[in-house]
């Protein structure tokens, strides 16, 4: 009871191709994970978690020596906090994280450029006004 040795090749090879079909789709979908990076707008500030100190671009730090106009994100690994010697990695840097991908911000008349608190106050309010409007018409008879 040997097979049909004409089917074998029909039946690997259509195996073949959907094994293809499904790394192509695994590959895809691997790109477009990579792709999926929130906009993060930093100011360039960072705090020191353990004594408070601001760090600020506009000021730099004239111990280290830092000048001015350097970001947060572009000091070197080795910076320490010059009030109590804090590693770089103990700062708490100001960021805020845009909702949406980077890549779709100059879309949807502005609102893709808001953070998620923007965006909930948008529609919340609103739908108050919305509501607002609602009940006032019970008032005009």
């Given at each position: 009871?040997?097979?049909?040795?004409?089917?074998?090749?029909?039946?690997?090879?259509?195996?073949?191709?959907?094994?293809?079909?499904?790394?192509?789709?695994?590959?895809?979908?691997?790109?477009?994970?990579?792709?999926?990076?929130?906009?993060?707008?930093?100011?360039?500030?960072?705090?020191?978690?353990?004594?408070?100190?601001?760090?600020?671009?506009?000021?730099?730090?004239?111990?280290?020596?830092?000048?001015?106009?350097?970001?947060?994100?572009?000091?070197p690994e080795d910076y320490n906090c010059p009030i109590c010697g804090a590693e770089k990695a103990k700062f708490e840097s100001r960021v805020k994280v845009v909702a949406g991908f980077a890549e779709n911000q100059q879309y949807g008349l502005g609102t893709n450029s808001m953070t998620e608190g923007q965006k909930s106050l948008l529609i919340y309010g609103s739908l108050a006004l919305f509501f607002a409007l609602f009940l006032a018409g019970y008032a005009l008879e």
């Open positions: 009871m040997s097979a049909d040795p004409g089917t074998e090749p029909s039946a690997s090879k259509e195996f073949e191709e959907s094994d293809t079909e499904s790394a192509r789709k695994k590959a895809e979908a691997d790109r477009l994970r990579a792709a999926e990076k929130f906009m993060v707008i930093g100011s360039g500030t960072a705090v020191c978690k353990g004594c408070g100190y601001e760090y600020s671009p506009d000021k730099g730090d004239p111990d280290f020596p830092v000048p001015k106009g350097v970001l947060f994100q572009d000091l």
